[in-house]
Structure formats: structure tokens, C-alpha cells
């Protein structure tokens, strides 16, 4: 057992025994296999009675059908049982073959009552993850009940005399960026923020050098104390509707606070932002809202959130932006459709898999109805050329392919998408099938989602019996191979800035994702989500059920290297893609990723089965 004992001394919190103790853990050891597939213990089973090592392998931690965690060479697991004595939360199962360390609950005990820094490792563990669920559970209010102004840490705000003329002010605030001062008064303090420059002195044609900071400082001003908590802030905000408050300490004037700091404060919670962006007034609150959630998005990723939840989660974001934006762009043109309209999203979005790397993928459709002095074909020209401007404005990047409402080729009445549509299947060309490809995954976002509930409809009606444009259709995923040369190693770039890496959405995300849309369209699957189709598919018996489990795994597997890949790409102030490096990946996970290809492989080999395309790649 030399090995064990070197093994364990290289991980924590075993080598923070003594070598005496660590001897004896490796002689009372047993050493247990597991088969790809096979449970280790089960969520609800009977509480544990010994501690898991991972010596090799990797162990999936699952609650119901989700993959709440992976557990890698020299991870613990169990502890949470036997510390509490309570059935297991999760059910441990082995990803492939695996070889686990055990430790009794006795001797792990021993070691925990004998050994403090032992002891304190697994507390550790173990109050994060109580922390983690209470967190979890609590709502946004009991939250903010608990936390103080001062935890927020207000931002300083300088104090100008009111006799300091406007442009006094403004070089003040210029120069060390701030949004508002305080201006002393008679009778206390007031302030000017950058609105009240623009409403009072600009708007009315003052002369900055002039005016005075008394002349335009609104008072009296609110204030709230550093030890106050941040639901009475709020509440404060919401009666007088205001952005701002000056933090007090003993009656002096230490900060300000403004309802930005506390999103940002919340930014981790989704619902608060679900929230704030349906009160957002403007592309301005939009943008500072949409970078907030690439923040807090990146954040999730990097804390290991499953892929699955992190797509329906920016998904869910975006469509909020995206409804917000439709309200802006009518109120900026001053105009009403007076006909139906639905605005869809394609594509990833429309499947609500986002990943890191977003564009604009949408298209519009709409009632052609005869009324009087009104055009809607006109308007909704004008409305998507504003819209897409509205996006912009947010930080929505456009689309390289042009695959935008304010193309005319994504923009029509509900009869013309349906001759669109027709000439594509009817018609298997290459630019066809690919424009079917983005359109297929089709999802009203915003409107009437009756008119796209008929044009999927009209699209089921006219696949069935079209074997040639499926044929074609599943070609599209084939083109693409997964990564691996004959003897299983990696394919990537050899120049260029991407040399080393290689396309985790070419060679493996893609091909899952475009198949299991085949299949969907092919056995009336009506779900969008790729996870929700296998899934669904798997129960219809159109793929076989242990082969079912591989695919759904491998793309979770895929989409995490993914997110996590373009989340570091982010916080290295780099532009995030479709790219990884596999030299950056543990020995483990590079296996995991051979295994993840070679079910891509195998799964194209199923869709050229069904499909009987071998003749036309």
C-alpha cells in the first residue's frame, strides 16, 4: 500500500497528518471498484458508514437525474452523511470505471476528534454546503434584511460650498468620476447629480460659470444610517422613488449609495435581476444591467453550476432583455402595431442553451392584415432597424450571419414564412438547409405566440414524408468529426492564434445538438431544449436507454468545458469562443473528453443508420 500512502499525502486533508497516523489510515484502507455506471451509495439510502476517497476515476454526485458535482482523483466524499448522520443528499455514481479508497466511520471519527486541522477541513466542507442551501432557500427579503449599508462598502462623495459655480462641479465630478456631490446649505445638505446638470442648467440654457451649486441642488436630500439594513434602504427608495441615498455615520455625511451597488450586491440572485430588468427606464439601465449578468453568469460557471441550469438561465435573462427592448423600441418610434406580431429567437436561444458567446439570432413574424393607413410592412421595417439598434445599445453583439429582424430575409407575414419554409424543404440546396438548420429551433419570445405555434405546425405538416431534405438535413451535423486522430489522441489547430486549441462546438456540441434536432423533427418531439429531447427520445425508445444516458452525459460534459473555457476567457479580459486548450485540462478530464467524442462518433454512426445517409456524405 506504499501507494496509498504516497497517494494520500499529496491530498487534502491527509497530508496534514502525521506520518505515524497516515501509516495507520492506509493499513485499516480498503480498496473498492466500481464499473462505469455503477452507484456507490444512493440519495435517501440508509446514512453512510464510511468515507470515499477517489483514487481513480471520476464519480458523478447526482440529485434526482441532474449532476450536481464531479468528484476527481483525490476528492472526498461522504463526510456530509457520516458527520451528520443523515441518508446521503445525492447519489454517487461511478462515470467510468473507478477505483475508490474507504475509510470506516470509526477511524474517520478517530481522526476527526484527534487531528484539528482533519477536523477542520471537513467543517469546512461541510458549512459551505449548509450555507450554500440556506442561501439557496432564503429570499431575496430575508437577505436583505440581514445585510448592513456598511457591508456594501459606500462609495465616497465629495462636499462642495453652494457658492462653487456649476462648472466648479462638474470639473470636480469629471475628474474624479462621480455621479453626484453634496452641496452644504443653510439648513443642512443638498445635492446635484448628473441629471439635475443636464434638467437644470443645460436644459434651461444657464450659464455653468454662473449659476451657482445652491441655485440647482435638491433638498432636502434622503439619508439613511451605515448600520441601517438594506430593506429599509429599499424601502426608503420605492416610497420617494429615488435612485440614491447619502450614508450617515454620527450625523456626518460618509457616502452615497445608489440602487446600482445593491444589484450589484445581489447580482448571484437571477430573480432580483429578472426584476430590475422589467423596471429598466432606458438602454442605459439595460446596458449596466446586461453586463451585470455576464458577471454573474461567469461567477455561476466558474462555482461548477451545471451547464444545463447555466443555459436556461441566460436564456431566461435574455428574453427578458429582449421583451424590455421591444417596449423601448415601440416607445422610441411613437408608433403601436395595430397588427399581431411575434418576435422569435433561433438557435441556441431558442433552445435556451446560451452559452458565454452570444449574438442575435432572431427573426419576426407577422399578421398581414388589411387596415387603413397603415402598412405592416413599413412599420415593422422601421420597428426591427430600431430594435436591433436598442440591442446594440444593451450590448446584444449582432449576428455575423446577418440573422436579424432587421434583414428582410428574417422578417415577414406568417403566409410568407410559410412559402419560405416550403421552398427550403422543397428545395434541399446547401444555403436551404442551412438556413433551416438556424430557423428550425424557432421560439416566440415576445407577441402573439399563436402565429408561431401555427407556423411550427405548418412546419411539422410539411417534413412528414420528406426523406431527401431529412437526408440532407442530417448531413449538416455530419460534416463534422469529433477531434481525435486513429490512436485517440487530440486534433487541434497547429497555427494561428487558436494553435493548440481545438472547436468543442464543431467537433462535439454541434453535432449532438443538430442530430437530436433531426430526431426531434422527424418523431414530432416537440421540446426544444437538446437535454429535454434526449431525454424525451430516450423514453420513446427511438435511442436505446443506456446509450441515451452516454449521449445526455457527454453533452453536459461538453457544454461544461465549454462555459467553463469562456468563462476564464472572460475574466482574462480575452473574447470568449468555441475554443479549449486540452493541455489545460486535468489527465481526468481529457479522458472524460475522449470518452464524450467517442459518443459523438458513435451517435453520428445511429443518425446515418436511421437517415440512410451514408450515400450522401
Same mark, same amino acid.
Given at each position: 500500500?506504499?501507494?496509498?500512502?504516497?497517494?494520500?499525502?499529496?491530498?487534502?486533508?491527509?497530508?496534514?497528518?502525521?506520518?505515524?497516523?497516515?501509516?495507520?489510515?492506509?493499513?485499516?484502507?480498503?480498496?473498492?471498484?466500481?464499473?462505469?455506471?455503477?452507484?456507490?451509495?444512493?440519495?435517501?439510502?440508509?446514512?453512510?458508514?464510511?468515507?470515499?476517497?477517489?483514487?481513480?476515476?471520476?464519480?458523478?454526485?447526482?440529485?434526482?437525474?441532474?449532476?450536481?458535482?464531479?468528484?476527481?482523483?483525490?476528492?472526498?466524499?461522504?463526510?456530509?452523511?457520516?458527520?451528520?448522520?443523515?441518508?446521503?443528499?445525492?447519489?454517487?455514481?461511478?462515470?467510468?470505471?473507478?477505483?475508490?479508497?474507504?475509510?470506516?466511520?470509526?477511524?474517520?471519527?478517530?481522526? !476527526?476528534?484527534? /487531528?484539528? /486541522?482533519?477536523?477542520?477541513?471537513?467543517?469546512?466542507?461541510?458549512?459551505?454546503?449548509?450555507?450554500?442551501?440556506?442561501?439557496?432557500?432564503?429570499?431575496?427579503?430575508?437577505?436583505?434584511?440581514?445585510?448592513?449599508?456598511?457591508?456594501?462598502?459606500?462609495?465616497?462623495?465629495? $462636499?462642495?460650498?453652494?457658492?462653487?459655480?456649476?462648472?466648479?462641479?462638474? +470639473?470636480?465630478?469629471?475628474?474624479?468620476?462621480?455621479?453626484?456631490?453634496?452641496?452644504?446649505?443653510? #439648513?443642512?445638505?443638498?445635492?446635484?447629480?448628473?441629471?439635475?446638470?443636464?434638467?437644470?442648467?443645460?436644459?434651461?440654457?444657464?450659464?455653468?460659470?454662473?449659476?451657482?451649486?445652491?441655485?440647482?441642488?435638491?433638498?432636502?436630500?434622503?439619508?439613511?444610517?451605515?448600520?441601517?439594513?438594506? %430593506?429599509?434602504?429599499?424601502?426608503?427608495?420605492?416610497?420617494?422613488?429615488?435612485?440614491?441615498?447619502?450614508?450617515?455615520?454620527?450625523?456626518?455625511?460618509?457616502?452615497?449609495?445608489?440602487?446600482?451597488?445593491?444589484?450589484?450586491?445581489?447580482?448571484?440572485?437571477?430573480?432580483?435581476?429578472?426584476?430590475? %430588468?422589467?423596471?429598466?427606464? #432606458?438602454?442605459?439601465?439595460?446596458?449596466?444591467?446586461?453586463?451585470?449578468?455576464?458577471?454573474?453568469?461567469?461567477?455561476?460557471?466558474?462555482?461548477?453550476?451545471?451547464?444545463?441550469?447555466?443555459?436556461?438561465?441566460?436564456?431566461?435573462?435574455?428574453?427578458?432583455?429582449?421583451?424590455?427592448?421591444?417596449?423601448? &423600441? %415601440?416607445?422610441?418610434?411613437?408608433?403601436?402595431?395595430?397588427?399581431?406580431?411575434?418576435?422569435?429567437?433561433?438557435?441556441?436561444?431558442?433552445?435556451?442553451?446560451?452559452?458565454?458567446?452570444?449574438?442575435?439570432?432572431?427573426?419576426?413574424?407577422?399578421?398581414?392584415?388589411?387596415?387603413?393607413?397603415?402598412?405592416?410592412?413599413?412599420?415593422?421595417?422601421?420597428?426591427?432597424?430600431?430594435? %436591433?439598434?436598442?440591442?446594440?445599445? $444593451?450590448?446584444?453583439?449582432?449576428?455575423?450571419?446577418?440573422?436579424?429582424?432587421?434583414?428582410?430575409?428574417?422578417?415577414? *407575414?406568417?403566409?410568407?414564412?410559410?412559402?419560405?419554409?416550403?421552398?427550403?424543404?422543397?428545395?434541399?440546396?446547401?444555403?436551404?438547409?442551412?438556413? *433551416?438548420? $438556424?430557423?428550425?429551433?424557432?421560439? *416566440?419570445?415576445?407577441?402573439?405566440?399563436?402565429?408561431?405555434?401555427?407556423?411550427?405546425?405548418?412546419?411539422?405538416?410539411?417534413?412528414?414524408?420528406?426523406?431527401?431534405?431529412? +437526408?440532407?438535413?442530417?448531413?449538416?451535423?455530419?460534416?463534422?468529426?469529433?477531434?481525435? &486522430?486513429?490512436?485517440?489522441?487530440?486534433?487541434?489547430?497547429?497555427?494561428?492564434?487558436?494553435?493548440?486549441?481545438?472547436?468543442?462546438?464543431?467537433?462535439?456540441?454541434?453535432?449532438?445538438?443538430?442530430?437530436?434536432? !433531426?430526431?426531434?423533427?422527424?418523431?414530432?418531439?416537440?421540446?426544444?431544449?437538446?437535454?429535454?429531447?434526449?431525454?424525451? =427520445?430516450?423514453?420513446?425508445?427511438?435511442?436505446?436507454? /443506456?446509450?441515451?444516458?452516454?449521449?445526455?452525459?457527454?453533452?453536459?460534459?461538453?457544454?461544461?468545458?465549454?462555459?467553463?473555457?469562456?468563462?476564464?476567457?472572460?475574466?482574462?479580459?480575452?473574447?470568449? #469562443?468555441?475554443? =479549449? #486548450?486540452?493541455?489545460?485540462?486535468?489527465?481526468?478530464?481529457?479522458?472524460?473528453?475522449?470518452?464524450?467524442?467517442?459518443?459523438?462518433?458513435?451517435?453520428?454512426?445511429?443518425?446515418?443508420?436511421?437517415?440512410?445517409?451514408?450515400?450522401?456524405?
Amino acid at each position: 500500500m506504499l501507494d496509498a500512502e504516497r497517494f494520500l499525502r499529496e491530498h487534502e486533508p491527509f497530508s496534514s497528518l502525521p506520518v505515524e497516523v497516515l501509516r495507520n489510515v492506509v493499513y485499516n484502507l480498503q480498496v473498492q471498484y466500481y464499473g462505469k455506471g455503477e452507484v456507490v451509495f444512493q440519495e435517501g439510502g440508509a446514512p453512510l458508514r464510511s468515507l470515499y476517497v477517489v483514487r481513480k476515476g471520476v464519480i458523478l454526485l447526482k440529485k434526482e437525474s441532474e449532476v450536481v458535482d464531479y468528484l476527481q482523483e483525490g476528492e472526498s466524499v461522504g463526510f456530509v452523511s457520516l458527520l451528520t448522520g443523515e441518508p446521503p443528499s445525492s447519489t454517487a455514481v461511478a462515470y467510468d470505471d473507478s477505483v475508490l479508497f474507504s475509510l470506516s466511520d470509526k477511524l474517520f471519527k478517530k481522526l !476527526c476528534k484527534e /487531528n484539528e /486541522n482533519f477536523n477542520q477541513y471537513f467543517l469546512r466542507k461541510l458549512a459551505g454546503r449548509f450555507e450554500r442551501r440556506r442561501e439557496e432557500g432564503d429570499t431575496i427579503l430575508e437577505r436583505l434584511a440581514r445585510v448592513q449599508v456598511k457591508d456594501l462598502n459606500p462609495k465616497k462623495i465629495p $462636499i462642495v460650498d453652494g457658492s462653487v459655480s456649476v462648472d466648479g462641479v462638474i +470639473s470636480l465630478m469629471a475628474k474624479e468620476d462621480h455621479r453626484a456631490v453634496l452641496v452644504r446649505l443653510p #439648513d443642512g445638505y443638498g445635492i446635484i447629480t448628473e441629471r439635475d446638470i443636464i434638467k437644470r442648467v443645460l436644459g434651461e440654457g444657464k450659464d455653468q460659470r454662473e449659476t451657482k451649486a445652491s441655485e440647482i441642488a435638491s433638498f432636502p436630500i434622503h439619508g439613511v444610517e451605515e448600520g441601517d439594513y438594506l %430593506i429599509d434602504v429599499l424601502t426608503l427608495m420605492s416610497k420617494h422613488a429615488i435612485r440614491r441615498v447619502v450614508v450617515f455615520s454620527h450625523q456626518e455625511p460618509t457616502g452615497i449609495l445608489e440602487d446600482r451597488d445593491i444589484i450589484l450586491y445581489e447580482n448571484r440572485n437571477f430573480v432580483f435581476l429578472f426584476k430590475e %430588468i422589467e423596471k429598466a427606464k #432606458d438602454e442605459e439601465d439595460l446596458a449596466f444591467l446586461y453586463k451585470q449578468t455576464t458577471k454573474a453568469v461567469v461567477e455561476l460557471v466558474l462555482e461548477g453550476a451545471d451547464p444545463e441550469r447555466v443555459g436556461k438561465y441566460v436564456s431566461e435573462l435574455n428574453d427578458r432583455f429582449m421583451k424590455r427592448a421591444v417596449f423601448l &423600441t %415601440i416607445k422610441n418610434l411613437g408608433e403601436e402595431p395595430l397588427v399581431p406580431f411575434s418576435l422569435l429567437v433561433l438557435g441556441s436561444e431558442g433552445r435556451q442553451e446560451q452559452s458565454l458567446k452570444t449574438d442575435q439570432d432572431n427573426a419576426l413574424i407577422f399578421k398581414d392584415l388589411p387596415i387603413i393607413d397603415f402598412d405592416p410592412r413599413e412599420y415593422f421595417k422601421k420597428f426591427s432597424q430600431e430594435y %436591433i439598434k436598442v440591442l446594440l445599445k $444593451i450590448g446584444f453583439p449582432p449576428c455575423p450571419g446577418n440573422v436579424m429582424v432587421s434583414n428582410q430575409d428574417w422578417r415577414d *407575414s406568417d403566409k410568407e414564412w410559410e412559402s419560405r419554409v416550403s421552398s427550403w424543404i422543397d428545395t434541399p440546396k446547401p444555403e436551404n438547409v442551412l438556413s *433551416s438548420a $438556424i430557423f428550425f429551433d424557432f421560439r *416566440s419570445v415576445f407577441g402573439d405566440k399563436t402565429i408561431a405555434d401555427s407556423l411550427q405546425e405548418f412546419v411539422e405538416k410539411k417534413l412528414r414524408g420528406k426523406s431527401l431534405f431529412m +437526408s440532407y438535413f442530417v448531413g449538416e451535423g455530419l460534416k463534422f468529426r469529433p477531434p481525435l &486522430t486513429f490512436l485517440k489522441g487530440f486534433v487541434v489547430e497547429r497555427t494561428g492564434e487558436h494553435r493548440g486549441e481545438l472547436d468543442v462546438k464543431k467537433g462535439g456540441i454541434f453535432p449532438i445538438t443538430h442530430g437530436v434536432r !433531426c430526431l426531434s423533427l422527424a418523431y414530432g418531439v416537440r421540446e426544444r431544449n437538446t437535454y429535454d429531447r434526449i431525454r424525451i =427520445l430516450t423514453e420513446k425508445g427511438i435511442i436505446e436507454r /443506456n446509450f441515451g444516458k452516454d449521449l445526455l452525459e457527454a453533452y453536459r460534459f461538453l457544454n461544461m468545458l465549454r462555459l467553463r473555457a469562456q468563462a476564464e476567457k472572460i475574466i482574462e479580459a480575452k473574447e470568449p #469562443d468555441n475554443y =479549449l #486548450d486540452p493541455g489545460r485540462l486535468s489527465k481526468q478530464e481529457r479522458g472524460m473528453l475522449k470518452e464524450a467524442f467517442g459518443v459523438v462518433g458513435s451517435f453520428q454512426d445511429l443518425l446515418r443508420d436511421i437517415f440512410n445517409t451514408r450515400l450522401l456524405e
